[in-house]
């Protein structure tokens, strides 16, 4: 079968930009990004045209399709992309995006589609006293305040333990006042009992009338991030109800927002709830990075195909698979990377190595990963334990 060629738009420089653009030259489609500075990691590849907001008209007319690398950009840039070339498509579309960047519209979809989450209020600013109180009441045993804008790999979330104290609480008022002075809404949520963080990505083809989801994964957080991802979670003990729960509900915010490509739920797993959802991230995920060692069956891949109307590439569990990112650690501070010490390094990793090509370290910044897959679950977890152990290693080697 013969692909048309087609242009593709990506809007952000980092690295699921890098990993979206190599899936799209895989596929035989142009690329063309749209970025901040010449330092982000998508300039690295040659194939790719970048362009920064200065060259906004000429980014326009150079691509078919527009995507997004993650539901932080900038509306007027994607605003005037569509009044240049009116006949670019858009996908996700921007009132989705709009939409689901918002972790309080977000939830207000978990409602309305009877998918089970955590308890939360909103704390209205100008009820914020009070509003605060019935959190604490309502929320004994302890809550999370989150904000529903800008939030990410744990920043944007403030934890309260002593909920006696929470209005008295001074940093919780600063933190607060700073997501209200930035246009964010706020909320607060109860805090979850769970047994294990879980997550499942899926990909929708609207146009194709196509669905696939991935097996339901574990993810382990570190202050907020992602630190692994292995699976699939039924064959290492979750029962498979919560897998086919999870892939349900995706389907179910699939027919709700059509003009989503690819997307993730993060759930939590609670001792005595059952599955709750956590967040929904409206574009491909970190805790999918471990479907690349299929191929051009990954998240990418299927996400560039849902882009330009292709039909999507079933993902057939081949083992267990493993996912370690490489979070930059914190006694290693701010400071630039030698990209040929890199290479030298990545022989100490088994597996596939995955380096963003980041200019700069900085405490916990995603700067690569090294993913695996096994024949069991006994492999993976030993795994596991051999990657943790090669990580300070790395980490002190390159620091040398």
């Not at 070339?85 to 579309?93: H, I, N, Y």
């Not at 979330?157 to 609480?169: G, S, V």
């Not at 097996?215 to 979750?238: D, F, I, N, Y």
């Not at 700069?360 to 977890?381: C, F, N, T, W, Y």
Request: charged share 25%; with cysteine.
């Amino acid at each position: 079968m013969t692909r048309e060629r087609k242009s593709i738009g990506i809007l952000g420089g980092g690295q699921l930009a890098l990993m979206l653009a190599q899936a799209a030259h895989d596929l035989g489609h142009d690329v063309v990004g749209l970025i901040k500075s010449l330092d982000e990691p998508l300039a690295q590849l040659s194939f790719v045209r970048v362009l920064t907001a200065e060259s906004l008209t000429d980014f326009a007319r150079s691509i078919d399709v527009l995507c997004f690398e993650s539901e932080f950009f900038d509306l007027r840039q994607v605003e005037a992309i569509r009044a240049i070339k009116p006949e670019v498509s858009l996908r996700p579309g921007i009132d989705t995006m709009l939409r689901l960047r918002d972790k309080l519209e977000q939830k207000k979809l978990f409602e309305t589609l009877s998918i089970a989450q955590p308890d939360y209020l909103e704390l209205r600013e100008s009820h914020f006293d009070s509003d605060l109180a019935e959190a604490a009441q309502l929320f004994s045993e302890g809550f999370v305040v989150k904000r529903a804008l800008g939030g990410y790999d744990g920043k944007g979330n403030f934890f309260i333990e002593e909920t006696r104290a929470a209005t008295q609480h001074s940093g919780l008022r600063d933190f607060c006042e700073r997501g209200f002075s930035e246009s964010s809404r706020l909320y607060a949520e109860q805090r979850v009992d769970f047994d294990h963080e879980l997550a499942i990505v899926a990909v929708v083809s609207a146009s194709r009338g196509e669905f696939i989801s991935y097996p339901l994964m574990l993810t382990k957080q570190v202050s907020g991030a992602c630190q692994e991802v292995w699976g699939p979670a039924v064959p290492m003990g979750v029962e498979a109800e919560y897998a086919l729960q999870a892939s349900r509900w995706a389907m179910s915010i699939a027919k709700n927002c059509p003009d989503l490509a690819c997307f993730a739920l993060e759930f939590f797993l609670d001792r005595e709830k059952g599955l709750l959802v956590n967040e929904l991230a409206p574009r491909v995920h970190n805790s999918g990075h471990f479907t690349l060692l299929e191929r051009e069956r990954s998240q990418f891949h299927n996400h560039i195909r849902s882009l330009v109307d292709e039909s999507l590439a079933p993902f057939n569990p081949h083992g267990f698979y493993l996912m370690r990112n490489l979070l930059s650690p914190k006694e290693l501070g701010s400071r630039p990377v030698d990209p040929e010490q890199v290479e030298e390094l990545k022989v100490l990793w088994p597996g596939e190595f995955a380096w963003y090509g980041k200019t700069i370290l900085a405490p916990g910044r995603k700067m690569g990963h090294v993913s695996l897959r096994q024949e069991d679950a006994k492999a993976i977890e030993k795994a596991r334990l051999d990657l943790e152990s090669r990580e300070p290693g790395f980490w002190g080697r390159l620091k040398a």
